[in-house]
C-alpha cells in the first residue's frame, strides 16, 4: 500500500452543511503547508454521473479537463487548490454498479454470487485508492455525499469502515461533519442531534475522529467538552464552522480552529511550515474592500436554484476581485423576457451574460436580450448556449434570415445556423456522449479574444452537441460577426465577437470551469472591467 494518507469525510443531521467546503478548505491549510492534496467525492445516486441530471436536482453538472461530468463539490476543489481534478475524483453508486456489472458479464467473479459486500465494497474501496496509488498525492481526503443512516449510502460507510481497518492506525481518519442547532425559544445551541448521528456511525463501526460542527454562534467551552465527552473525541478535536459570509473564509476558520493541526497529528505527519496563505489573503482582502461596484446580469432558465449556475457566479467573484470590483450578479429568468419587459430588466444593467442551457424554454428571451445588448453596446458575454443564442440572433436580425435557429430548437427551420454536430448525427445515448472536456482553441490574431488570453492557442472546456454552422460562415462573418476561435483540428467555431461594438463576445466552450481563486479566468476578468468601462462612460453622460 502506497504512502497516501486518507481522511474520509461523512456528514451527518442534515444535508447541505458545506462538506465540499469543509474538505475543499482542510486540503487548501494542507496545501498551504506544502502537502500534495486532492478530494474525492462519492455520489450515492444511482445516476452513472450528473451528466443527465436537470440542474434543479443538484446544481450545475461541472465539467473536468478529462471530459468527466460531476457534482459541483469537484469545482469547489479547483477553485480553492488550483488543482485540477479528473474523472477518478467524483464516483457515483451508478458508475460503481455499472463497473461490478459489466465485469460479473465478463465472468470475472468465477462464478461467485455477487454481492454489495463484498463486490459493492470492494470497487468502492478500490476507486477511493486510486487517486491514492498514483503516487501523486500525499494525502486524499475523500467526501462521502448524503447523511450518515441514509440507505444509499450504508455501502460507502461500510467501504470506509473496511479501508480503516485496513489502513491501520494513522494511515486514515474519520472527520465528521454535523450541526449544532439554535433553539431560539431556549435560547440554547443543542448537541443531541450531533450525538445521535456520532452514534449512527458508530453502530456502522466507525468511529469520529474529528467533529466539525455547523452552527449559527460560538461553540462556548462547556459545549465543546460536553461534544468531546459524549462523542468520544478529543477536546481538540471539537472544531467550530461558524457561517460564514463567504465560502472563502473558511480556510481561515478552520485554520484558527486548528482543523489543520488535529488532523496532522491524527495521520502522524509533521506540521511543517505554518500554512502560506498570503495569496489567498490578498485575494480576500480585495474582495471584501472593493473600490468599484457593476451589476450583471445572468440571464437563464434556471435561476430559481443558484447552484445551477455555481462556477459562472465564483467566476464573478474571482474576477471582481481581481478589478477590485463588488460584481453584483442579478439573475433574470430567460422565460419572462419579452418585448415588453425587456426594458425593465436589462436596461440597467452593466454587462449581461446569457448562460448555458438545454432545450427550448426561455430561448426567446435569450435571443430578445442578445439583442438589446448588441444594439445598445451593453458589454455581452455569451457561454455556449448563450453563444448560440448570438449567432441565430444576428443572423435573424442582421441578416434577415428569418426563423434562423438552433436545430436543437426547431429541426425543420430553413436557416440552421446552429446545427448538430457531425459526430453527434449517429449518437443516440444521452449519457456521457456531448462533446466533453478540454480542446484545443486557435485565437485569431487582432481580435479580442486574443488581446485577452494574450496566446495564440488556448484549451477549454465543452459539455455540448450543436455547434456553429459553418455553410453561414462567410455571410455571418461578412455581415460583422466575427469568428474568432476556432478548433485547429476540425476548424469547429469556438468564439464569435463583433469588432462594432465595445465588448461582445460568445464562446462555445466554458470559460467558468477554469476559473480558480489564484487564477482568476481571464474572459471573467476582461468582462468585469468592460462592465466597469461601460458603467463609468454612462454615468459621465448622465452628468454631463
Ligand atoms: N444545448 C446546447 C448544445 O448542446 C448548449 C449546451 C450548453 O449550453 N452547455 O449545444
Not at 11 to 37: D, E, N, P
Not at 248 to 275: C, I, S
Amino acid at each position: 500500500m502506497a504512502d497516501t494518507k486518507y481522511i474520509f469525510v461523512t456528514g451527518g443531521v442534515t444535508s447541505s452543511l458545506g462538506k465540499g467546503i469543509i474538505a475543499a478548505s482542510l486540503a487548501k491549510l494542507l496545501q498551504a503547508r506544502g502537502y500534495k492534496a486532492t478530494i474525492q467525492k462519492l455520489d450515492p445516486y444511482i445516476n452513472v454521473d450528473p451528466g443527465t441530471l436537470n440542474p434543479y436536482e443538484h446544481g450545475e453538472c461541472y465539467v473536468t479537463d478529462d471530459g468527466a461530468e460531476t457534482d459541483l463539490d469537484l469545482g469547489h476543489y479547483e477553485r480553492f487548490l488550483n488543482v485540477r481534478t479528473s474523472q477518478a475524483n467524483n464516483v457515483t453508486t451508478g458508475r460503481i454498479y455499472q463497473s461490478v456489472i459489466e465485469k460479473e458479464r465478463r465472468g470475472e467473479f468465477l462464478g461467485k454470487t455477487v454481492q454489495v459486500v463484498p463486490h459493492i465494497t470492494n470497487e468502492i474501496k478500490e476507486r477511493i485508492q486510486i487517486l491514492g496509488n498514483s503516487g501523486e498525492y500525499d494525502i486524499v481526503i475523500t467526501e462521502i455525499g448524503g447523511t450518515v443512516g441514509d440507505i444509499e449510502s450504508l455501502p460507502y460507510i461500510e467501504a470506509v469502515r473496511q479501508l480503516m481497518w485496513e489502513l491501520g492506525d494513522y494511515n486514515g481518519i474519520v472527520i465528521h461533519l454535523t450541526l449544532v442547532p439554535y433553539l431560539s425559544a431556549a435560547g440554547e445551541l443543542k448537541t443531541k442531534p450531533t450525538q445521535h448521528s456520532v452514534k449512527t456511525l458508530m453502530e456502522s463501526g466507525i468511529k469520529a475522529d474529528i467533529l466539525v460542527c455547523r452552527t449559527e454562534h460560538d461553540l462556548s467551552d462547556d459545549l465543546r467538552e460536553k461534544l468531546a465527552l459524549f462523542c468520544n473525541v478529543k477536546r481538540e478535536a471539537v472544531i467550530q464552522s461558524i457561517d460564514a459570509s463567504t465560502i472563502y473564509d473558511v480556510p481561515n476558520f478552520m485554520l484558527r480552529e486548528g482543523l489543520d493541526k488535529v488532523t496532522l497529528q491524527k495521520l502522524n505527519l509533521p506540521e511543517k511550515n505554518h500554512p502560506d496563505l498570503e495569496k489567498w489573503d490578498a485575494f480576500l482582502e480585495r474582495h471584501k474592500n472593493p473600490k468599484y461596484e457593476v451589476t450583471i446580469g445572468l440571464v437563464g432558465k434556471y435561476v430559481e436554484l443558484q447552484d445551477s449556475y455555481k462556477s459562472i457566479l465564483e467566476s464573478f467573484i474571482h474576477a471582481g476581485a481581481e478589478n477590485e470590483v463588488r460584481v453584483n450578479v442579478e439573475t433574470v429568468h430567460s422565460e419572462y423576457i419579452d418585448e415588453e419587459t425587456i426594458k425593465n430588466k436589462i436596461s440597467h444593467l452593466d454587462g449581461i451574460l446569457v448562460a448555458p442551457g438545454f432545450g427550448e424554454r426561455g430561448i426567446e428571451g435569450k435571443i430578445d436580450t442578445v439583442k438589446y445588448a448588441r444594439e445598445n453596446n451593453i458589454p455581452f458575454l455569451g457561454i455556449c448556449l448563450g453563444m448560440q443564442m448570438a449567432v441565430i440572433e444576428f443572423a435573424r436580425n442582421v441578416l434577415g434570415l428569418k426563423g434562423a435557429n438552433s436545430t436543437e430548437m426547431a429541426e425543420e427551420t430553413s436557416f440552421p445556423v446552429i446545427d448538430l454536430m457531425e459526430e453527434q448525427k449517429s449518437v443516440t445515448d444521452k449519457g456521457g456522449t456531448m462533446r466533453l472536456g478540454a480542446w484545443k482553441c486557435a485565437l485569431k490574431e487582432n481580435s479580442l479574444a486574443r488581446d485577452i488570453y494574450g496566446e495564440e492557442t488556448i484549451m477549454e472546456r465543452h459539455r455540448h452537441r450543436y455547434e456553429f454552422n459553418d455553410t453561414y460562415k462567410e455571410q455571418i462573418e461578412a455581415a460583422g460577426l466575427k469568428a474568432t476561435g476556432y478548433n485547429p483540428d476540425t476548424g469547429l467555431v469556438e468564439i464569435v465577437e463583433l469588432p462594432e461594438h465595445p465588448w461582445f463576445i460568445g464562446v462555445q466552450y466554458h470559460p467558468e470551469y477554469k476559473s480558480t481563486v489564484a487564477n482568476p479566468h481571464p474572459l471573467f476578468v476582461a468582462f468585469v472591467k468592460a462592465a466597469l468601462q461601460y458603467k463609468k462612460e454612462k454615468t459621465s453622460a448622465t452628468l454631463a
